[in-house]
Every structure is written in structure tokens, then in C-alpha cells.
């Protein structure tokens, strides 16, 4: 019984990809391009014509021909998210002091308001555990702000941080320390890298205590970090010292070319792209000084001009 009931299944599946086979051209204009919008519609892109309609509408039943209009439209609230210890589900009471029609409420209700408001924020987090949770994951926002990376990389931050509290790596360790190391992998990652010097000014927390975690909790959480590239700092650095478009692909092209030759392995990134740029800036006749450089990249001098001897003669180009 069931074999059968399974065959009429499989046959009735087999006739409508059959059928759907089957309309290969449209009716009116006898074309064959045929698509499908994003209803399930299968309509002709020639004239227009719906050759094909009937499947169920998943989306909602207003129409909305911009983003604001979506938004005014839109009946439910804001997706979840792991940037937030509750991931967003709970409520939040505003503090406009206005009701649902944008008029002030009165003196009475807007005290009873401060203390329900008050109320919401003790009762959202039930422990201690939460209130970290909570404290760690706005560390993460506060320096993700400081730094300007996008919201993927928060994201990618929270995610990291919830693994290492939930593998228990968090014990021994301050929740600043652990925080900042998964800023730090999440940039990573996302392929933002920044340095942990830029990472440590905006931190709480000292640049050896954060390469030592990072290192810690990235071997724990098996994250497979790849080294970071040096061309992913140079549209930065070179936006930063204000240089040409030009300048920026010549930079890209010295890199490329020494690190075939093996330059790169066992340099910083940062101090590698540094150089690259400083040597372009003067082939392109933009010059900038290694302080300037230096400065944006936060490597020191030295570096540079070791950075920039090697590259120069691996490329022969005499200085």
C-alpha cells in the first residue's frame, strides 16, 4: 500500500515537470524567453504575458516600491540577531515619553513609564552569566563603532564570543581580553583585517594580552585563520594618505611580484603593505615621507625602510 501510494506520488511529480517542460514558448508572441518573477509567476519577458500562475504567494499582500515604504509597510519587528544577549526577542520600552499618535504624555504616566522602564532593564537579564553575556557583547559594539567595520563583522564577533563562553574558555581570562580576540578574529575573518595595534587602542586591554588570547581561543575553536593578505590594508592606507588610484595598483603589483618571490613569509602584513606603498608614492612621483607612512600603518621607520630595500631588489629597481 504504501509502495503505491509512494509511485503515485513519484508519477504525478514526473507529469508536472512534464508539464512545466512543456511550455517552452509563449502563447501570444510564441517566444521562448520565459521567467519567473519573484511570485512563482512564469511570464514572458517579450510581452509581458503571464503564462503561467496559481502558486501560493509567500510575501505579504502590500506593495512597497522603496526602502522607506517597506519600512512604514512592514508589521513585524526587527530579525534576531547574536549581537544582543536575549538576540533582540525581548521588549524594549522607548524613551520618547510620546504614544502610539506622537502626542506627550502626561507628568503621571511618564514617571510610571521611568519605573516600568527601569523594571525592563533589571528583569532582561536573569544572572550573572547574562549580565556578562551582556557586558562582553557591548564591548564588542563599542569597539566595532570605534573601529568602523561593518555589522557582519559583529555579527561574526558574537558568534565567536558565544562559542568560547559555551566551550568554557572564558574561565581565567577577563571578558574584555576574550571580547577583543574575537573582535579581532571576526575582522579577520570577514576579510577587514586590522592590526592589533589599531584593536588595542580602542580596547581595554594590552596588545600582549590580546595576541595571547586570540592565539588561545582561535587553536580551542579550530577557527583556521588564514595570514592575512597585504593588499586588503592598502585601499585604507592609501585612502589615509591621500594618494591616487594609481598609486594603489602599482602597490598591489609590488606586492604581488615580491611575494612570489617569498619576501612575505615571516612579515607583518601591515609593515609589508606599508612599503609597497611608500616605494609606489615615489615611482608614481606622489611622494610621501616614511613618517607619514608610518604613521598610518603603525609600524615604525625601520621596518619600512628594511621592508622597502627588500622589495626594491627583489624587483631591481635601484633607489
Not at 540577531?81 to 502610539?100: E, P, S, V
Amino acid at each position: 500500500m504504501t509502495r503505491s501510494t509512494r509511485q503515485r506520488e513519484r508519477e504525478s511529480e514526473t507529469e508536472t515537470e512534464a508539464e512545466e517542460e512543456a511550455v517552452q514558448e509563449c502563447p501570444e508572441c510564441g517566444s521562448g524567453e520565459l521567467v519567473k518573477d519573484d511570485r512563482g509567476e512564469l511570464v514572458c519577458d517579450d510581452c509581458g504575458l503571464v503564462v503561467e500562475e496559481g502558486n501560493i504567494d509567500p510575501g505579504p499582500e502590500w506593495r512597497a516600491f522603496n526602502h522607506q515604504e517597506r519600512q512604514e509597510k512592514s508589521r513585524v519587528g526587527a530579525p534576531t540577531t547574536k549581537t544582543m544577549h536575549d538576540k533582540g526577542l525581548t521588549t524594549t520600552i522607548d524613551w520618547k515619553d510620546k504614544d502610539a499618535y506622537g502626542r506627550s504624555i502626561s507628568s503621571k504616566k511618564r514617571s510610571q513609564m521611568h519605573r516600568l522602564r527601569k523594571w525592563q532593564e533589571r528583569i532582561r537579564t536573569k544572572d550573572a552569566g547574562e549580565r556578562n553575556l551582556q557586558f562582553a557583547l557591548s564591548e564588542i559594539d563599542r569597539m566595532a563603532s570605534a573601529l568602523g567595520v561593518p555589522r557582519s563583522v559583529r555579527e561574526v564577533a558574537s558568534v565567536i564570543y558565544r562559542r568560547a563562553l559555551d566551550d568554557d574558555l572564558i574561565r581565567g581570562r577577563s571578558i574584555e581580553g576574550v571580547a577583543t580576540s574575537a573582535l579581532y578574529a571576526a575582522c579577520r575573518k570577514e576579510g577587514i583585517p586590522r592590526s592589533l595595534e589599531e584593536i588595542s587602542e580602542v580596547s581595554r586591554v594590552e596588545r600582549k594580552e590580546i595576541g595571547r588570547t586570540y592565539r588561545y581561543i582561535s587553536q580551542e575553536l579550530a577557527l583556521e585563520m588564514e595570514p592575512v593578505d597585504p593588499k586588503k590594508y592598502v585601499p585604507r592606507f592609501c585612502s589615509e594618505l591621500d594618494l591616487s588610484e594609481e598609486v594603489q595598483t602599482k602597490a598591489n603589483e609590488i606586492i604581488e611580484e615580491t611575494a612570489e618571490q617569498g619576501l612575505l613569509s615571516g612579515k607583518s602584513p601591515t609593515g609589508y603593505a606599508a612599503a609597497a606603498i611608500y616605494a609606489a608614492s615615489l615611482l608614481c612621483n606622489e611622494k610621501k615621507t616614511q613618517r607619514e607612512v608610518a604613521d598610518v600603518a603603525q609600524v615604525t621607520e625601520v621596518t619600512i625602510r628594511n621592508r622597502y630595500q627588500e622589495q626594491i631588489e627583489a624587483m631591481g629597481i635601484h633607489s
